[in-house]
């Protein structure tokens, strides 16, 4: 087995003069889920495009299983690609739509029919192997392009936002059949998405992507308890990190909306009266009774989910903050509380942006 399925090295493209794909490194270990997310236009399709032979690469090199890929035809780089439109010949049947790229390679008939079977059976679909893609719903759709992939035996699964034509309920659904099938299967897949949530729950290892650069590459607990950067800390989860403005103290300690707060930070590098940014996850909130560096906050809204209430509040100096509430009474709009922060959890940045804890 080789040690790494994918490996990008100094990856760059550009159309025309406007370089968009900045010289990415990255290595992809073999079977593993890797997910690239970003806002639109960070250059995450545009990537996995590159890796799939779709895009030509205007600089660096690409290796799949050790083996130079870069200017080889996607037909001859080992991987089998599902699109967000199902993409689909409407006038066959299932069968046929698994079976037409085999066919087109001039497979036996027996080993079209075994693989055939093999992927209908782990995707469930064997029922509707005689129906048409217009008799499917949208989630049996995706299963059918999916198990186009499947039966090509790649080396590489890639996925371009493959659940984003589906509504929420079976996106669920379908990310869950994607998680089993990448246990069952085992090969490399990387998986294009804007839907942090679809990122978190399905990779192995994030590549967080803005402008064509990486932000942060680790696994989904790394990139969420310990981001890189105010970029990172601001996009990845839902809701997001609050970011305080603030200002440095020394000693280890910042103002923070007219409170003082201690964090594990050391002077080296910044100088007393220094703006900084003090970051802070909802669930790492907690309503108490006030006192020593606690923040007060009035709630302008409160959103009951059952188990869990989000507090969306304003500080005094009219920053937003959102506060996660689990127990106790439930808390209304209107009502003022104060807010201490969990010790471990504090975060704080330069104002550049760069982590500093």
Not at 138 to 160: M, N, S, T, W, Y
Not at 223 to 231: D, G, K, L, Q, S
Not at 292 to 304: H, L, S, T
Not at 323 to 344: C, F, K, M, Q
């Amino acid at each position: 087995m080789h040690e790494t399925g994918v490996v990008l090295t100094d990856i760059r493209k550009s159309f025309g003069s406007l370089e968009v794909i900045h010289g990415i490194d990255l290595r992809i270990a073999e079977g593993s889920f890797v997910v690239f997310v970003g806002p639109s236009g960070c250059g995450k399709s545009t990537l996995l495009r590159m890796i799939a032979g779709l895009e030509e690469v205007t600089d660096g090199e690409i290796e799949i299983k050790g083996r130079n890929v870069t200017d080889l035809d996607p037909s001859d780089r080992g991987i089998a690609m599902v699109f967000q439109s199902y993409a689909l010949y409407p006038h066959m049947s299932v069968r046929e739509n698994l079976a037409f790229g085999l066919k087109m390679a001039r497979t036996e008939t027996a080993e079209i029919e075994a693989r055939v079977k093999a992927a209908s059976a782990i995707l469930k679909i064997d029922h509707l192997l005689d129906r048409r893609p217009g008799q499917l719903s949208g989630g049996q759709r995706q299963r059918v392009a999916i198990g186009r992939a499947i039966v090509r035996k790649p080396d590489v699964f890639l996925f371009d936002e493959p659940l984003s034509n589906l509504d929420a309920e079976l996106r669920v659904s379908m990310r869950i059949e994607i998680a089993r099938l990448h246990r069952e299967l085992g090969n490399t897949m990387i998986y294009v998405t804007h839907d942090q949530t679809e990122a978190m729950t399905l990779a192995d290892k994030i590549v967080v992507l803005r402008d064509g650069r990486i932000e942060q590459a680790g696994t989904p607990r790394e990139v969420y308890e310990n981001p890189a950067n105010i970029f990172v800390a601001g996009f990845i989860g839902s809701p997001r990190m609050n970011l305080l403005d603030a200002v440095w103290l020394g000693n280890g300690r910042v103002r923070v909306a007219g409170s003082e707060m201690s964090v594990p930070v050391s002077d080296e590098d910044l100088q007393i009266g220094e703006k900084v940014c003090f970051g802070a996850r909802p669930e790492h909130l907690f309503v108490t009774e006030g006192g020593e560096g606690c923040i007060p906050a009035k709630v302008d809204f409160a959103e009951y989910l059952g188990g869990t209430q989000y507090l969306y509040c304003q500080l005094a100096d009219s920053q937003p903050l959102i506060a996660e509430y689990r127990s106790g009474p439930g808390i209304n709009a209107g009502s003022t509380i104060a807010l201490s922060v969990d010790g471990n959890q504090r975060r704080l940045f330069a104002a550049d942006g760069r982590r500093l804890r």
